[in-house]
């Protein structure tokens, strides 16, 4: 697999980041990995909810935000992601980067030891269209789901899983993301309506 289609190489993409700025933006982060397509501008900011910043409050849903609008600008063919200013510049400290790259580095190794390309039926521009649909979903369930303690994990969990699998051209792994996107969100709905 082509180093830069692998999770280890945007890890990597983000602390060389966190190495040269004392802060890092959303820009930053769209910037850096924006040309490698949907697939790691979905999973990375996911991802990064998913490690110990997505319990800073407020987070998880500024990232469902810019994931909200990377997902519909894809589906209309945007090679240039636009966000709001006051998305775009919004940043955490370097420190946190790198913690938190340092804490996925061993799943990374994991990822791109069980992932890469295959099935690539399920990896069609179509079906990436479909995995955009589901992710603007799952993004409008992520503030309200603050509101409940680490609820807002479980869609998250599910767009890093479509972001992976388009990011490793994985059909496999495609069709367990899709259908994790759909119990993610009859779980978010469920969490929304008994909580």
Do not use: H, Y
Not at 80 to 109: F, H, M, N, Y
Not at 128 to 138: F, G
Not at 159 to 168: D, N, P, S, V, Y
Request: aromatic letters at 4%; hydrophobic letters at 55%; proline letters at 7%.
């Amino acid at each position: 697999m082509p180093s830069d289609q692998s999770v280890n190489a945007l890890l990597d993409t983000l602390s060389r980041r966190a190495d040269r700025d004392r802060e890092v933006s959303v820009a930053d982060v769209i910037s850096d990995i924006g040309d490698r397509g949907i697939g790691p501008l979905l999973f990375v900011p996911a991802l990064l909810v998913l490690s110990p910043l997505g319990a800073i409050p407020v987070v998880p849903s500024l990232f469902a935000v810019a994931l909200f609008l990377i997902a519909v600008q894809s589906l209309f063919g945007e090679s240039r992601i636009w966000l709001p200013q006051v998305v775009r510049e919004r940043a955490v400290e370097e420190d946190s980067i790198r913690q938190a790259t340092k804490r996925l580095r061993p799943w990374a190794d994991r990822l791109d030891r069980l992932f890469g390309p295959r099935l690539k039926a399920l990896t069609t521009r179509p079906v990436q269209k479909a995995a955009a649909v589901l992710a603007a979903i799952l993004c409008l369930s992520v503030p309200p789901l603050e509101l409940v303690p680490f609820a807002a994990l479980v869609p998250m969990l599910a767009i890093a899983l479509l972001g992976l699998a388009i990011t490793l051209n994985d059909g496999i792994l495609m069709a367990v993301a899709l259908t994790g996107a759909g119990v993610a969100l009859i779980g978010s709905v469920w969490l929304l309506i008994s909580g």
